[in-house]
């Protein structure tokens, strides 16, 4: 499985907010993917999310930023992070997500943070955006869950398409985690209809299902 370490914007987004991050987030929580964090990460996290501009998004939750804080620590597993020397210049925080990577085996780490992304890879472990995240996960799964399986079979929206765009396959397609949190699955992969694509008609502040 594939093994992924999400910085803490990241993480932040896929908890409060619909889309990619969150698609990322449900990914893991289905087993298609691992995420992995630290006891540094897990307590940026836990610093960030008490931020005025998040409360709005908190209190639809209905919950307490150290349940939240929490429920993603079961989500994710924790390693103790490598000793690495400063790796991103100005910015120590970004040097606890490469720490933590290297100590998990991680084959991506998944950052919103253009300096960190602008590094491309560390210690040959590329430095992606949610969005591109999803696609390498789609194309790691085997058989019906990998978009390559997807193309072969002459099915257009498939896994990798709809998660990058946050948007809600339709019913013809191969299983599917959408940026909401839920799968919509047929037994057999049908053909791409015109406009069955669309956007989830579902609160945007919603709580994912993994809280």
Known sequence: MLRAVADTNTVVSGLLYRGSERALLEAARAGRCALYTSAVLLAELADVLPRAKFATRIAAADMSVARIVRRYARLATRVVPA????????????????ACALAAGADLVVSGDKRLRNLKSWQRIPIVSATDALGIIARSLPGPWSSNAGAKAGVSCNRARCCRRGLSPCRSTVPVVVAVGRRRSSSRPGPHRPGCCRRAPLDPTATPSYL
């Not at 910015?91 to 490469?98: E, N, R, T």
């Open 83 to 98: 000793r690495i020397g400063p790796s991103v210049p100005g910015d120590p925080d970004d040097d606890a997500v490469l």
